[in-house]
């Protein structure tokens, strides 16, 4: 714990946060920086990098490059990740010669669904049923334990429902393992949730947090498509979805920003589904409708300075705007009714091509008729690009 760490002196050319991914958060994260007046160095990863056009530095090398390790620690203050699945071998090596908040330990843990599970339930911290599955035969034990529908997920590198199959229970484990393109994944219950809630949790180098409102998550083809802020929930339930985010934060001795989702079950209980150790989608409305963005939180943390409020300053839905939206790969949706609105604001990432789903950008609707206006702008770019 590094709460007598000295502050980098901000507006320094000495502070130069090295940010491990150069997506779209790593963008939104260097403009933040840009802003406050920090430099950033973006380490892409060898990746298409939408963070690379506003970065002050950038290192276009893959993550296991040591000539790119040498320049991001020669470089960067301080590092931080925008981006989980990064080898953890460089997360140490980078961590020996930088301080790289959050640490390489929690990122680790939660870049992995079985380390994450393992972490929960050793944490008592409410999560779903699981069993850890190797081969056929621990997939063929385990849906006999669990008697019922669930979903079978890769251990590592899953996101947006990717490495993901729903099982009913009924089917053929052997033949559902020889087709799992994986060596090792977890088996879950299926939970017939009621809503998906995520809080941002904000954990500074002397320990205290500050947390967002949370967030209610509507997703479309198993891609966020909606966060609605503040959730539509009992305010025990939205207590008691802030106090398990801190206590996982608390229990990952956390620095930084971090996401913990959750499924709000029928009875009113919650269960975490995942942690994700950076800025997270359903955290993208804080850029206009909260006193700090989570993108400054994220720099504050990792600089050393105090947190920011977290304060909702309205009621907001952030809507994501993906590669369907566009009526063509370079042809974008008309935009002008989203400016016409007037409390509407427009993100997008620079990403050249809209191929399939991918996240191009999303758009921050304030005000308390904002789902329904949200709802309305979004059937009308799907209907003009023909899709659904
Ligand atoms: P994940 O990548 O684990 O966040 O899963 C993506 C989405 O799939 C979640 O946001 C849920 O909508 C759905 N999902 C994942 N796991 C479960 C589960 N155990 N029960 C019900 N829905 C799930």
Same mark, same amino acid.
């Given at each position: 714990?590094?709460?007598?760490?000295?502050?980098?002196?901000?507006?320094?050319?000495?502070?130069?946060?090295?940010?491990? #991914? *150069? *997506?779209?958060?790593?963008?939104?994260?260097?403009?933040?920086?840009?802003?406050?007046? $920090?430099?950033?160095?973006?380490?892409? #990863?060898?990746? +298409? !990098?939408?963070?690379?056009?506003?970065?002050?530095? $950038?290192?276009?090398?893959?993550?296991?490059?040591?000539?790119?390790?040498?320049?991001?620690?020669?470089?960067?203050?301080? !590092?931080?990740? @925008?981006?989980?699945?990064?080898?953890?071998?460089?997360?140490?090596?980078?961590?020996?010669?930088?301080?790289?908040?959050?640490?390489?330990?929690?990122?680790?843990?939660?870049?992995?669904?079985?380390?994450?599970?393992?972490?929960?339930?050793?944490?008592?911290?409410?999560?779903?049923?699981?069993?850890?599955?190797?081969?056929?035969?621990?997939?063929?034990?385990?849906?006999? +334990?669990?008697?019922?529908?669930?979903?079978?997920?890769?251990?590592?590198? #899953?996101?947006?429902?990717?490495?993901?199959?729903?099982?009913?229970?009924? @089917?053929?484990?052997?033949?559902?393992?020889?087709?799992?393109?994986?060596?090792?994944?977890?088996?879950?219950?299926? $939970?017939?949730?009621?809503?998906?809630?995520?809080?941002? %949790?904000?954990?500074?180098?002397? #320990?205290?947090?500050?947390?967002?409102?949370?967030?209610?998550?509507?997703?479309?083809?198993?891609?966020?498509?909606?966060?609605?802020?503040?959730?539509?929930?009992?305010?025990? %339930?939205?207590?008691?979805?802030?106090?398990? !985010?801190?206590?996982?934060?608390?229990?990952?001795?956390?620095?930084?920003?971090?996401?913990?989702?959750?499924?709000?079950?029928?009875?009113?209980?919650?269960?975490?589904? @995942?942690?994700?150790?950076?800025?997270?989608?359903?955290?993208?409305?804080?850029?206009?409708?909260?006193?700090?963005?989570?993108?400054?939180?994220?720099?504050?943390?990792?600089?050393?300075?105090? !947190?920011?409020?977290?304060?909702?300053?309205?009621?907001?839905?952030?809507?994501?705007?993906? *590669?369907?939206?566009?009526?063509? +790969?370079?042809?974008?949706?008309?935009?002008?009714?989203?400016?016409?609105?007037? @409390?509407?604001?427009?993100?997008?990432?620079?990403?050249?091509?809209?191929?399939?789903?991918?996240?191009?950008?999303?758009?921050?609707?304030?005000?308390?008729?904002?789902?329904?206006?949200?709802?309305?702008?979004? +059937?009308?770019?799907?209907?003009?690009?023909?899709?659904?």
């Amino acid at each position: 714990m590094s709460s007598s760490a000295p502050l980098i002196p901000l507006h320094s050319p000495a502070c130069i946060v090295g940010v491990i #991914g *150069g *997506g779209q958060l790593g963008r939104m994260l260097a403009l933040a920086a840009r802003r406050m007046g $920090v430099r950033t160095l973006i380490w892409t #990863g060898g990746l +298409e !990098a939408p963070a690379v056009e506003v970065a002050d530095e $950038v290192i276009d090398l893959a993550f296991d490059d040591p000539e790119a390790l040498r320049r991001c620690c020669a470089t960067a203050t301080v !590092a931080t990740v @925008e981006f989980e699945n990064i080898p953890r071998e460089t997360l140490d090596a980078v961590a020996a010669l930088t301080p790289l908040h959050p640490s390489p330990q929690a990122i680790t843990i939660c870049q992995h669904r079985e380390r994450e599970k393992n972490f929960l339930r050793e944490h008592n911290i409410p999560c779903t049923w699981f069993a850890v599955i190797a081969n056929a035969d621990d997939l063929a034990n385990a849906m006999r +334990e669990l008697n019922g529908p669930g979903v079978l997920k890769t251990a590592a590198f #899953g996101y947006d429902g990717k490495g993901q199959v729903k099982l009913e229970g009924t @089917e053929n484990p052997a033949e559902v393992w020889a087709a799992f393109d994986s060596d090792r994944a977890i088996l879950e219950a299926w $939970v017939p949730f009621e809503k998906e809630l995520s809080v941002m %949790v904000a954990r500074s180098a002397d #320990g205290s947090m500050v947390t967002y409102d949370p967030a209610e998550n509507r997703h479309r083809h198993h891609i966020l498509d909606v966060s609605i802020v503040p959730a539509r929930v009992s305010p025990a %339930v939205a207590l008691e979805a802030t106090a398990t !985010a801190r206590r996982v934060a608390e229990a990952l001795d956390y620095r930084g920003i971090l996401g913990v989702e959750f499924f709000l079950r029928e009875d009113g209980s919650l269960l975490v589904n @995942e942690m994700a150790p950076r800025p997270h989608n359903s955290g993208h409305h804080t850029l206009d409708a909260c006193a700090t963005s989570q993108f400054e939180q994220q720099l504050r943390a990792v600089i050393g300075l105090p !947190a920011g409020s977290p304060r909702l300053l309205s009621p907001v839905v952030m809507l994501n705007l993906l *590669g369907d939206f566009w009526p063509g +790969e370079t042809t974008p949706p008309d935009w002008l009714p989203l400016f016409a609105d007037g @409390e509407a604001y427009l993100h997008l990432y620079g990403k050249r091509r809209a191929i399939g789903r991918r996240k191009m950008g999303h758009a921050n609707f304030l005000g308390l008729d904002a789902l329904e206006r949200a709802e309305t702008m979004k +059937e009308q770019w799907l209907k003009a690009a023909g899709g659904a």
